[in-house]
């Protein structure tokens, strides 16, 4: 076999047994904080931990003369990159793994609108722009409410408007779209846009917690009347926006939850910050939840799209 090699960042808890010994090379406090990235080889077997540039540490390994079944988590060939799930009942699935190469290729292929390259190159130099969705994300977005047929939207969590100004372009000229958000900085921001992109009669922004502006909608009678929301506000109030989306929302009807994945760390077992608990917890109660069908999209920072029952 060709001496092929891949890169593949495993955060902190996605252990290999190969890890151990590194693991108390370097200190239990010190391997917990960093992501580590692993070029894995054929050849004789060593592991071998090296500070790069970024401050990650590099492991070099290969797993030749070793016969154990982690070997088989990570494959590689020349041109692509990808895991296997580590319980073999999944029978050897083969599933790609995003690395920089092919997360461009990805973006390469997203069809954004100008308006929205415009904001996001706006957004780009303001404090948390990281928050905003990925294009690819505002694409699957705008085509779920697109394939809903949706008119009635809600948005939980609006920033300077990317994935709202996303939705609201796909929205026929009578749609809705409730954007709700605390900060009016940012909220000028999404309203410049709005009325750059002609969207403005499609968008009713309520500034202000999110929960007292849901909480209106249902006072107004305004249950079982929309047609899809996106959730992508404050992480511990996900469960709160949730139920009260249920309400709603029509059957049939559309919730999408962002940072279902919140970096990784919902799958690490050596994190139990407030924030990943209570993200790993709300996609737990989602999992045994009869109301809804879901499925969780690993986009982005991960999305899950519910559908009412
Ligand atoms: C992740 S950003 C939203 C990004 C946006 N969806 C986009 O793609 O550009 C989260 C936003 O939620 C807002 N937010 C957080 N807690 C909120 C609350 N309780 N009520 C309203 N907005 C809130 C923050 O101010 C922030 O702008």
Same mark, same amino acid.
């Given at each position: 076999m060709a001496n092929s090699s891949i890169n593949l960042v495993l955060h902190q808890g996605s252990m290999l047994p190969h890890e151990l010994p590194v693991a108390a090379l370097l200190g239990p406090s010190c391997f917990h904080s960093f992501s580590s990235t692993w070029a894995i080889t054929n050849g004789a077997i060593h592991v071998s931990p090296q500070r790069g540039k970024c401050s990650a540490i590099c492991y070099r390994f290969s797993f030749r003369k070793c016969t154990c *079944?982690? *070997?088989?988590?990570v494959r590689s060939c020349s041109t692509s990159e990808f895991v296997l799930a580590s319980d073999e009942n999944y029978g050897n699935k083969q599933v790609v793994s995003l690395t920089p190469r092919l997360y461009d290729y990805v973006l390469k292929n997203v069809r954004e609108p100008e308006i929205l390259r415009q904001l996001r190159q706006e957004t780009a130099s303001m404090r948390g722009s990281q928050m905003q969705v990925s294009p690819d994300q505002a694409q699957l977005l705008a085509m779920l409410v697109q394939i809903l047929g949706a008119e009635r939207c809600i948005e939980v =969590?609006?920033?300077? =408007?990317y994935s709202s100004l996303a939705i609201a372009l796909v929205l026929p000229d009578l749609g809705h779209l409730v954007a709700c958000e605390r900060d009016a900085k940012s909220l000028d921001v999404a309203k410049k846009y709005y009325q750059l992109a002609g969207v403005s009669h499609k968008v009713d922004v309520k500034l202000g917690l999110a929960m007292d502006s849901l909480e209106s909608l249902i006072l107004n009678g305004e249950a079982g009347s929309y047609d899809f929301a996106f959730i992508d506000a404050e992480k511990r109030m996900n469960e709160k926006y949730f139920e009260l989306l249920l309400q709603l929302v029509r059957v049939g009807g559309l919730i999408v939850i962002d940072n279902v994945l919140w970096h990784g760390k919902v799958a690490d077992p050596l994190v139990y910050d407030p924030k990943t608990i209570s993200i790993r917890n709300f996609n737990q109660k989602l999992m045994e939840d009869e109301r809804v069908n879901i499925s969780m999209v690993p986009i982005g920072d991960g999305m899950t799209i519910c559908r009412k029952r």
């Open positions: *079944k982690w *070997k088989r988590l =969590g609006v920033y300077t =408007g």
